[in-house]
């Protein structure tokens, strides 16, 4: 089965900027729909973007667009999110999740392959 290793995580103050990578062991990776997830301590674990298999579809949720960007590099076997002008509240420990398909990105129940997660802690 495939694993899923998260880096780039970090301290960070707020209007930085970070990128999250996503690596997968093996090219299986390229037949699935990839997503970031987070969850900040006694909440639940929250979309925030997901992208295709071919990487043409994206969609993320309301309070990061336009400040964050998922892309992926099958070649690389490697899925990212560049997150830009960083608030506090993006302080969560951020997880990359597989599924078959794109439709109902949002759902984590979905999605049969989880990483371990990185922390990105945001100071205002």
């Known amino acids: 089965q495939v694993q899923l290793v998260e880096s780039g995580g970090g301290l960070v103050r707020a209007g930085d900027s970070l990128r999250l990578s996503c690596a997968a062991s093996?090219?299986?990776?390229?037949?699935?729909?990839m997503a970031w997830f987070r969850q900040a301590p006694g909440k639940e674990r929250e979309f925030v973007a997901a992208i295709s298999r071919s990487g043409v579809s994206t969609t993320y949720t309301d309070s990061v667009k336009g400040r964050f960007t998922i892309s992926r590099n099958n070649a690389k076997n490697t899925g990212y999110l560049q997150m830009n002008s960083l608030k506090p509240g993006d302080t969560a420990v951020y997880y990359c999740?597989?599924?078959?398909?794109?439709?109902?990105?949002?759902?984590?129940?979905?999605?049969?392959?989880w990483g371990q997660g990185t922390q990105v802690t945001v100071s205002s």
């Open positions: 093996d090219r299986t990776f390229s037949t699935y729909s």
């Open positions: 999740g597989l599924k078959s398909v794109f439709r109902d990105s949002s759902v984590p129940d979905q999605y049969h392959t």
